[in-house]
């Protein structure tokens, strides 16, 4: 009988070809998203989308007539991902959509990754031209923001951090986003991260965050010049990420935080606050409205420690009532509830916090959006997991007494088919940081949402209408 043992070399290569064969297996059973996590992230500009078709006009579905929301509708490019979409809407019947575009940009093989996109509606809606760049995109753009003046009901705004992240710029546009004049509000020559943007007539402001400190970029002749001063005197609120602004009808303006006091792990609490100037940001005072316990866990969507965590935004209405959604928890690592408080004094007092989901217990909910237009007018949405599959969906409630008492949820996600990630019982796991919705001139609500696989390819961006 043949004793002889095997070789330490063959044992070697041998371990290397079971795990390679695992890991394959891994990437193929998890679908094409596990293995683009790197390429999204890194830079790579993939041929398959470059040379993809281009878009040229999107037709959306309308809103029921007996009321309610539309089908869902993609925008965007077709091919590469879409991601952490914003979107604002004027009084003149426009909205806009704007976006950075990951694995390249079809008919661009310059363009880098990711680049911002901008598409635009003259139909409220209701038609879609082909996207486009906003800007020349220097090493590449994150971030999306885009706003419009409450004054004029007119002038737009949009602002993304470019080249590494390390400048924060603002764009403005005076004809209905045909041209756009672009400045650097802030370069830090270093990693910015989350960029909020505010506006009201002459007065722009951009805020973000830079390791612990966080700063705000103000201008006063409608964003031709900008200076910059520190929100947070220490870092004892946390690694603070900017989820919201407004400026009320006073010139107040405030912008809505979540500060992680362990950033980089799943531990600690998270100071869900807002930041307040009446000075035109020169100084700020800021109020804790809750705490949140760490995040859960979502490493089996290829996501980071805080992806789920606790997250505010913030609205005001005409009359000036500030308004608050945020997702926070009790318990640390345990799912979110969407909770909601109000001010009418100018953020010195806040309401009670009230739970506005009516999902069951335990259920996961994150991403906040919210919109005020008229006087007593808010909209809120969400997203949660408490369909039987686990699998998430967006919802949407509205408020014409501040909050007081709520209509009905809507599920605003339809099903759509030809994608991996949409079922008729919901979408796989959200796709982006977060989402947005704003109010048109007939008040109509329009939604921009992520939908994905997972944290990572695939995944795209889904428009809805309605109220």
């Known amino acids: 009988m043949n004793t002889t043992r095997p070789s330490r070399s063959w044992l070697y290569q041998s371990t290397l070809l079971l795990l390679l064969v695992v890991l394959l297996t891994m990437l193929i059973s998890a679908g094409s998203g596990a293995g683009l996590k790197a390429k999204r992230r890194s830079g790579t500009v993939l041929a398959s989308v470059v040379n993809a078709p281009v878009v040229q006009r999107t037709t959306a579905a309308l809103p029921p007539l007996a009321g309610g929301f539309s089908a869902q509708t993609r925008l965007g ?69 885009i706003v419009v003046d409450p004054v004029d009901g007119q002038t ?30 802030e370069s830090t020559n270093a990693g910015t991260d989350k960029p909020i943007l505010a506006v009201r007539g002459q007065n722009v402001y951009v805020v973000f965050n830079h390791a612990q400190k966080v700063w705000a970029a103000s201008s006063h002749n409608g964003g031709a010049t900008f200076t910059v001063a520190q929100i947070n005197p220490n870092a004892k609120l946390g690694w603070s990420l900017a989820g919201g602004g407004t400026v009320t009808p006073d010139g107040s303006v405030y912008f809505s935080w979540a500060g992680y006091k362990q950033n980089g792990g799943a531990k600690g609490p998270v100071n869900l606050y807002v930041s307040k100037s009446s000075d035109g940001g020169a100084t700020w005072t800021n109020t804790v409205l809750d705490v949140s316990g760490a995040p859960p866990d979502c490493s089996a969507y290829l996501c980071g420690w805080a992806y789920l965590g606790a997250q505010m935004t913030m609205a005001s209405d005409a009359a000036g009532t500030l308004y608050a959604l945020w997702n926070s928890n009790v318990t640390d690592k345990t799912p979110s509830r969407i909770y909601f408080a109000k001010s009418t004094n100018g953020g010195g007092t806040w309401s009670t916090k009230a739970d506005v989901s009516l999902a069951p217990a335990n259920t996961p909910h994150a991403f906040p959006a919210i919109a005020a237009g008229a006087a007593g007018d808010v909209r809120i949405s969400w997203m949660d997991a408490r369909s039987p599959s686990g699998f998430w969906n967006t919802y949407y409630r509205s408020s ?20 991996s990630y949409i079922t008729a019982d919901g979408f796989r796991f959200p796709f982006g940081d977060y989402y947005e919705m704003d109010i048109d001139d007939q008040g109509n609500t329009h939604v921009i949402m992520g939908e994905g696989y997972s944290y990572d390819s695939p995944g795209s961006i889904w428009y809805t209408k309605g109220r």
């Open 77 to 145: 490019y077709t091919s590469g991902d879409q991601w952490e979409p914003a979107i604002a809407a004027d009084r003149f019947g426009h909205v806009y959509m704007l976006y950075p575009q990951y694995l390249g940009v079809p008919g661009c093989p310059s363009c880098p990754n990711p680049t911002m996109i901008l598409q635009i509606s003259n139909d409220r809606g209701a038609t879609w031209a082909a996207p486009t760049q906003i800007a020349p995109p220097g090493t590449g753009q994150w971030d999306a923001q």
């Open 156 to 185: 737009m705004y949009a602002s993304w951090l470019q080249n590494g992240k390390s400048d924060t710029v603002v764009a403005k546009s005076i004809d209905f986003g045909a041209t756009w004049s672009v400045v650097t509000a």
């Open 400 to 419: 014409t007494n501040s909050g007081l008492t709520w209509s009905s949820e809507v599920d605003i996600s339809t099903f759509v088919a030809g994608h």
